[in-house]
T-cell receptor, first 114, second 113 residues
Framework: DAGVTQSPTHLIKTRGQHVTLRCSPI?????VSWYQQVLGQGPQFIFQ???????GRGNFPDRFSARQFPNYSSELNVNALLLGDSALYLC?????????????FGDGTRLSIL | DQQVKQNSPSLSVQEGRISILNCDYT??????FLWYKKYPAEGPTFLIS?????DKNEDGRFTVFLNKSAKHLSLHIVPSQPGDSAVYFC????????????FGTGTRLKVLA
């Protein structure tokens, strides 16, 4: 079975631009979470979606938004990119929220802002 | 405010010996804890988890211990193998309706052949 897939794998943007990152969860998983990982740190929670509804939001500015589609895939959008947005963006899926179920991560999208 | 802390940035262990990775947390609401392994250019891979109603969980060479009174968990790898060389993250979550994971900063394990 395919794991969590993310696209693109790498992306280079300039300040002020907009970016859309995509994620397909493991088949049967209904919950998708997004994390940002900067160098030397652990992943930081951005959003969680379950059944197309936002279930949680981390401490990120409104420039960050996301949505989940009927097929449970998800997009993360970031507007007005800043140099500090350069990071690895990770998507994770689980069958449902909570219930002591592990989230399974994709390999991430490496975003570089010039 | 770092709610999950991994105070050892790196650890070197001889092949065949035990690796012990430590993690401390401050939020007493955390009730589910996980360990992930991460290789370069890959996403974190789930290793093992434990809920707060247990104090030990074992899966093959990997055992996680939870000490709730000390707010401390550890991952034991026995025996350590060169393929275990990676960055290990502990993570915690609280059953608060938002099942976000709070991650530590990671420990880089190097298993020497």
């Amino acid at each position: 079975d395919a794991g969590v897939t993310q696209s693109p794998t790498h992306l280079i943007k300039t300040r002020g631009q907009h970016v859309t990152l995509r994620c397909s969860p493991i088949s049967g998983h209904k919950s998708v979470s997004w994390y940002q990982q900067v160098l030397g740190q652990g992943p930081q929670f951005i959003f969680q979606y379950y059944e197309k509804e936002e279930r949680g939001r981390g401490n990120f500015p409104d420039r960050f938004s996301a949505r989940q589609f009927p097929n449970y895939s998800s997009e993360l959008n970031v507007n007005a990119l800043l140099l500090g947005d350069s990071a690895l963006y990770l998507c994770a899926s689980s069958y449902q929220t909570g219930g002591y179920q592990p989230q399974h991560f994709g390999d991430g999208t490496r975003l570089s802002i010039l | 405010d770092q709610q999950v802390k991994q105070n050892s940035p790196s650890l070197s262990v001889q092949e065949g010996r035990i690796s012990i990775l430590n993690c401390d947390y401050t939020n007493s609401m955390f009730d589910y804890f996980l360990w992930y392994k991460k290789y370069p250019a890959e996403g974190p891979t789930f290793l093992i988890s434990i809920s707060s109603i247990k104090d030990k969980n074992e899966d093959g060479r990997f055992t996680v211990f939870l000490n709730k009174s000390a707010k401390h968990l550890s991952l034991h790898i026995v025996p350590s193998q060169p393929g275990d060389s990676a960055v290990y993250f502990c993570a915690a979550s609280a059953d608060s309706g938002t099942y976000k994971y709070i991650f530590g900063t990671g420990t880089r394990l190097k298993v020497l052949a």
